[in-house]
């Protein structure tokens, strides 16, 4: 055990640990809480890198010391040694223990490095050094912002590889006549890859969304400091830091021309938020329209087979469960539900500092993760391998009554009620009692219900 003090007293921590007393009481307040997300970890790291190296290039910062604190945190990244980063995501203070947390680590490892003792910060200071020029007021907000980039990255490239993939099966079955559906009730007929270019061009507005909102959250307030003010940070360092973390991260970063509004309004991050619930509405959406057509099978609707994943039951042997669709439905629940959280924590924010932003960057980094897994799993283990129930289909269209409102234009109203009347009474499909009342020839029907006439925007007169 080493002993570390604060104002508040002294606090034993075990020899082991990289953390410090901050992180030690923040763990005694607050528990673990389930972790902090990595790309935050990792976009943290790099902020404070940023800083180091800012402070170092103004003369502000020892070169050893500085050179120490690079190396702790390029020891970090590279080996990803986030496990002493630990503190529960919904601390109170607005975000200090986390930031109190990196700082203890860095520190602490910068000292093993250095072949000196954890916790003799008389050398390499957590708060002196690794934290100098900083306040968790700025360099929270950026390292969210960071990690919400990080995200948004990988995510045009999840939207782009499915919406791919949506439009693969739009060729793949487009001549394929199925019956359409609306209110859960028989309607008009379309072809299969007509309703897959529906989904293609939904997954395309959310790939245009994401691209866009970069620009929402690519402007940061490192350098305001506590309040936005960039009070006990020199001028040089609040332009040089956010340069520095630009070229770190190798994104589109800018620092704010507003510090004080940057530091206290997080409508951006709301912003983004609805993007990323909108997504989930379409990837609902999407996974509720596959487990209502591969229903039954034999049961239900029965006409797109998904991939069998894994055994459905524990008591009906051969029961396969559309279980990827409902782990979207799910996910996408929770993100809907985690959105409402951080709009409400995002607008009790008081004065010149949202107390709450440690639960809106819990909320939106955990959409993020839940929103990617979602479109990746609906994408890789249900749409490339979906296949059809061409044989039900066929049955589904052929005796549904639907067919007859398409038909309508071509033998009038009065002669298809009259072929749905005795539809009704005789059970006949619609092909077969056009066909033995003379109203059109077997032939003529089969022309007129082709695929090709069902991909055409409205009739050609005549």
């Known amino acids: 055990m080493r002993q570390e003090k604060d104002f508040l007293g002294t606090k034993d921590i075990p020899d082991e640990c990289y953390y410090g007393i901050n992180t030690a009481r923040a763990l005694e307040n607050f528990g673990f809480g389930g972790g902090i997300d990595r790309y935050f970890i990792k976009a943290y790291l790099l902020v ?80 002196d050094d690794v934290n100098m020029h900083q306040s968790t007021n700025d360099t929270f907000p950026t390292a969210l912002k960071t990690a919400m980039l990080f995200y ?43 309703q897959f270019s529906a989904y293609a061009e939904a997954i395309g507005r959310d790939r245009w969304r994401v691209f866009k909102s970069r620009e929402r959250i690519r402007t940061i307030n490192l350098g305001g400091t506590a309040i936005g003010t960039g009070f006990n ?7 040089k830091a956010s340069e520095k973390l630009k070229e770190l991260t190798g994104l589109n970063l800018s620092r704010a021309e507003n510090l004080i509004d940057a530091t206290q309004n997080l409508d951006p991050i709301v912003e983004v938020s609805g993007i990323i619930k909108a997504a989930a509405v379409n990837l609902m959406k999407i996974a509720e ?44 629940l929770q993100i809907m539900a985690n959105d409402m959280a951080l709009t409400m924590a995002s607008a009790m924010g008081n004065l010149e500092l949202n ?48 067919i007859i409102t398409y038909l309508s234009q071509f033998i009038g109203h009065d002669k298809a009620s009259y ?38 925007l409205g009739f050609k007169r005549g």
């Open 289 to 332: 329209d596959f487990r209502i057509l591969s229903s039954g099978p034999e049961g239900g609707f029965g006409e797109f087979i998904l991939p069998e994943m894994q055994e459905g039951s524990t008591i009906m042997p051969g029961k396969v469960n559309p279980v990827i669709p409902e782990f979207v439905t799910q996910s996408c």
């Open 419 to 456: 072929v749905y009347e005795k539809h009704k009474n005789s059970g006949k499909t619609a092909r077969e009692i056009l066909v033995e009342e003379g109203i059109l020839t077997a032939e003529k029907y089969d022309e007129l219900v082709k695929a090709d006439r069902m991909m055409m």
């Open 152 to 194: 948004l990255n990988d995510l045009e490239a999840v939207f782009t590889s499915f919406q791919e993939s949506l439009q693969a099966k739009e060729k793949e079955y487009a001549r394929i006549v199925k019956l359409g559906r609306t209110e859960m009730q028989d309607a008009l007929p379309l072809t299969v890859g007509m």
């Open 48 to 127: 404070k890198k940023a800083c180091a190296q800012a402070n170092k290039d103004i003369k502000c910062l020892d070169q050893n010391k500085a050179d120490a604190i690079i190396s702790a945190i390029d020891e970090m990244l590279e080996k990803q040694l986030y496990s002493d980063i630990s503190v529960n995501p919904l601390s109170g203070g607005a975000g200090t223990s986390i930031n109190m947390n990196i700082n203890e680590v860095i520190a602490n490892r910068a000292l093993s490095m250095a072949g000196m003792n954890k916790g003799e910060y008389s050398y390499l200071s957590p708060l």
């Open 355 to 402: 107390q709450f932003y440690p639960l809106v960057a819990h909320m939106i980094l955990s959409n993020f993760r839940l929103i990617k897994a979602a479109a990746e799993a609906l994408d890789l283990k249900v749409v490339r391998g979906i296949k059809l129930n061409e044989p039900k289909i066929t049955h589904n269209l052929k005796n549904s009554m639907a």
């Open 233 to 239: 940070a020199p001028r040089e360092y609040i332009f």
